[in-house]
């Protein structure tokens, strides 16, 4: 489809609201300041500031906070932030105005207007993409489940994740994808976005793969398929060089907590597979993705319907590369993702299921009582980060017990991450001044 007047106009709308859209996203200023975000963003600012990805400077070896050595890895040769390079390069760009402030690294607010600023964009390329796939009204009703009620609230817009960084780059890929259906000379810069989502955040890498298959294959363009595999694999090449070259391992500055997870975390190492992995991911009373935003149940028939035959191979693929992001997560014994509120690892195939929602069959007329479902389910996401953004930190997290340490309170119907935000709001708003 093309950007008629209509569309146009609505993403036109989309734009000039962007400023109100970063306000929105960043509201609480204590979702995503945690060590690593803080050492991702300084990061960025050192390429900037200093063009250096040195944080010495910033980060003495004597500073007096402890959890900073949990994200800057100390060497005889500087200071390196654990946060992939490519992720920290995403970010720099959103510096740039506060080149020359020498003390970034203690201005949260700083950190958190820029997450919500990546985020915003991320939402913008979103509404272009699924406009350019589905009829106008399903683009925007889509666009803004993704945006209002799923964990993009709290953690790609929450902080300077890896999330976030490769959340921009996967729905850019993602959206080109779709795009080579009419245009294959787009496979190239299709590939380059897929391998810089990877880059940022690893489990993207089915995505990057069948990305750079599908161009070998599609003999439209000769050019597009030797091009596009080699951007993918030098992108992923120049990833994993910079990882041995700051950290010596390939798995970068956290090989340390792969190896240490055992002894922090309650999980036998940080690779560990069983299949309650997938179902806590989905349903876990405190993480699940459905438990958290059951409106994305709607899109599971589009999942179905983008593998069929008939469907386009770009969608099909991209179905398979999300399903496979998602199998990739059952490895992850650490899958409820820390301290946070909300799905963190799932965030990742968010991207997907608005794929999955723009082409999940229209119910039939009359269906009143389906209808009925899917307002109360959007009507439950968005009032459940909606409560994340007012109320955490709640306590969960560390009370009674570390849930690090004690995994199984994740399957607890008793003590849930919502129901300890809730009250904690509840609190606050009795305490306030009447």
């Given amino acids: 489809m093309k950007l008629d007047a209509r569309r146009f106009t609505a993403l036109a709308i989309l734009v000039l609201a962007a400023p109100w859209i970063v306000r929105f996203y960043a509201r609480n200023e204590r979702l995503g300041t945690v060590p690593e975000t803080i050492a991702g963003g300084v990061a960025a600012f050192a390429i900037v500031d200093g063009g250096t990805l040195d944080l010495t400077d910033y980060f003495p070896r004597d500073t007096e906070r402890p959890d900073i050595h949990y994200a800057v890895r100390f060497t005889p040769a500087g200071a390196y932030g654990i946060e992939p390079v490519a992720s920290s390069l995403t970010f720099a760009p959103f510096f740039l105005p506060y080149r020359g402030t020498g003390s970034i ?7 958190h207007r820029i997450a919500a600023r990546v985020t915003t964009l991320t939402v913008l390329v979103l509404a272009l993409w699924l406009l350019q796939i589905t009829t106008l009204p399903r683009a925007l009703l889509v666009t803004a489940i993704i945006a209002l009620a799923t964990s993009i609230r709290t953690i790609n817009a929450g902080g300077l994740w890896q999330h976030t960084s490769a959340g921009l780059w996967a729905v850019t ?6 795009g080579t259906a009419r245009r294959p000379g787009l496979y190239p810069l299709a590939g380059v976005a897929l391998a810089l989502a990877t880059a940022c955040r690893p489990i993207f890498v089915p995505c990057a793969v069948l990305v750079a298959w599908a161009a070998l294959r599609d003999g439209r363009r000769s050019s597009a398929g030797p091009a596009t595999a080699a951007l993918v694999v030098a992108i992923g090449g120049l990833a994993l060089f910079a990882n041995w070259w700051l950290h010596g391992s390939l798995l970068g500055g956290r090989a340390s907590i792969v190896e240490e997870i055992s002894r922090t975390h309650g999980v036998p190492s940080y690779f560990h597979f069983t ?9 876990a009373p405190s993480r699940g993705l459905f438990v958290y935003s059951p409106v994305l149940l709607f899109g599971l028939p589009g999942v179905v319907r983008t593998l069929r035959a008939s469907s386009p191979p770009a969608e099909r693929l991209i179905t398979v590369a999300g399903i496979l992001v998602f199998v990739l997560y059952g490895f992850v014994a650490t899958w409820w993702g820390g301290w946070l509120f909300g799905p963190r690892h799932m965030t990742d195939m968010l991207p997907f299921f608005a794929l999955w929602l723009a082409r999940t069959p229209l119910p039939a007329r009359g269906r009143v009582p389906l209808a009925v479902l899917f307002v109360a389910a959007f009507a439950w996401s968005f009032a459940v980060f909606e409560l994340g953004v007012r109320a955490y ?3 969960w997290d560390a009370r009674p017990i570390n849930v690090d340490q004690a995994p199984d309170r994740l399957w607890s119907l008793h003590d849930t991450e919502l129901s300890r935000c809730w009250t904690v709001l509840r609190e606050r708003s009795a305490a306030l001044p009447q």
């Fill in 173 to 178: 890929g993602l959206a080109l994808w779709t």
């Fill in 275 to 283: 299949p309650w992995t997938w179902v806590g991911l989905l349903a």
């Fill in 105 to 111: 690294h203690m201005q949260w607010r700083v950190f």
């Fill in 393 to 395: 930190p709640c306590g």
